[in-house]
C-alpha cells in the first residue's frame, strides 16, 4: 500500500508569497496530523483532524496558518503571507484509531519550505 | 503535563559499538511508550514500543524495556551499523482509549555510525 504522500518535496518561496503543502493520507485512515519540525523547537504538533474534522489547532502559530481537510483523502496545509521563520519541515502524519494506546503514527516524507 | 527527556546529542560511535540513549518521562496515569526512528530525508517511523511496566519492545536489533520505577525506556542495541545512522525520538501516550490525540514526543538524538 502507498504511503502517506506529501507534496511538493521541497519548496523556495519569498517573504509575503502564498505557500499551499498538500497530504493524501493512508486509505482508511481516520486522523491526519501536520507537523513542523526545526532545529530549535524540534517536532510541533500544528493541527489534527478526525473524519476531516478539525479537532486541534492549537498549536498552528498564528492566522497566516490555515489546514483544510475536503475529504478524506486530501488535506492541505496553507501558509499566508509566508515569512522567512516559517522556513521548516513540514510533516503530515495519518493514523487509524481503534483501541489501545496512541502511538503509531505514519509519517510521510516532509515539505522542506525555504522563506527567503 | 505529560512530558519526555532524552539524552541530548550528537552520538557519534564507531561500526559494532553499543548503544544507548537514555529517556525519560513524566506523565500522569500509565502511559505507553514508543521509538521511533528518522532516517536522512524522510519521515519518522515507529521502531517500537512498549505498554506497560516491564514490557520489552525490540525490532531490528534494538531494544527498550518500560520501567515503571525509574520512569525510563532507554533505547539499546548491541552493535550498531552505519545504516542505523538517523534521528530517534522516544514518546509517551498518556491514556489508553478515547479519540483526544495524546502523543508526546521528546527532542530527538541524532546518531551517526562511522565506519
Known amino acids: 500500500d502507498a504511503g502517506v504522500i506529501q507534496s511538493p518535496r521541497h519548496e523556495v518561496t519569498e517573504m509575503g508569497q502564498e505557500v499551499t503543502l498538500r497530504c493524501k493520507p493512508i486509505s482508511g485512515h481516520d486522523y491526519l496530523f501536520w507537523y513542523r519540525q526545526t532545529m530549535m523547537r524540534g517536532l510541533e504538533l500544528l493541527i489534527y483532524f478526525n473524519n476531516n474534522v478539525p479537532i486541534d489547532d492549537s498549536g498552528m502559530p498564528e492566522d497566516r496558518f490555515s489546514a483544510k481537510m475536503p475529504n478524506a483523502s486530501f488535506s492541505t496545509l496553507k501558509i499566508q503571507p509566508s515569512e522567512p521563520r516559517d522556513s521548516a519541515v513540514y510533516f503530515c502524519?495519518?493514523?487509524?484509531?481503534?483501541?489501545?494506546?496512541?502511538?503509531?503514527?505514519?509519517f510521510g516524507e516532509g515539505s522542506r519550505l525555504t522563506v527567503l | 503535563g505529560d512530558s519526555v527527556t532524552q539524552m541530548e546529542g550528537p552520538v557519534t560511535l564507531s561500526e559494532e559499538a553499543f548503544l544507548t540513549i537514555n529517556c525519560t518521562y513524566t506523565a500522569t496515569g500509565y502511559p505507553s511508550l514508543f521509538w521511533y526512528v528518522q532516517y536522512p530525508g524522510e519521515g519518522l517511523q515507529l521502531l517500537l514500543k512498549?505498554?506497560?511496566?516491564?514490557d520489552k519492545g525490540s525490532n531490528k536489533g534494538f531494544e527498550a524495556t518500560y520501567r515503571k520505577e525509574t520512569t525510563s525506556f532507554h533505547l539499546e542495541k548491541g552493535s550498531v551499523q552505519v545504516s542505523d545512522s538517523a534521528v530517534y525520538f522516544c514518546a509517551l501516550s498518556a491514556d489508553s482509549g478515547g479519540s483526544n490525540y495524546k502523543l508526546t514526543f521528546g527532542k530527538g538524538t541524532l546518531l551517526t555510525v562511522n565506519p
Open positions: 512498549a505498554t506497560k511496566a516491564d
Open positions: 502524519a495519518s493514523s487509524l484509531r481503534l483501541t489501545g494506546p496512541w502511538g503509531e503514527l505514519f
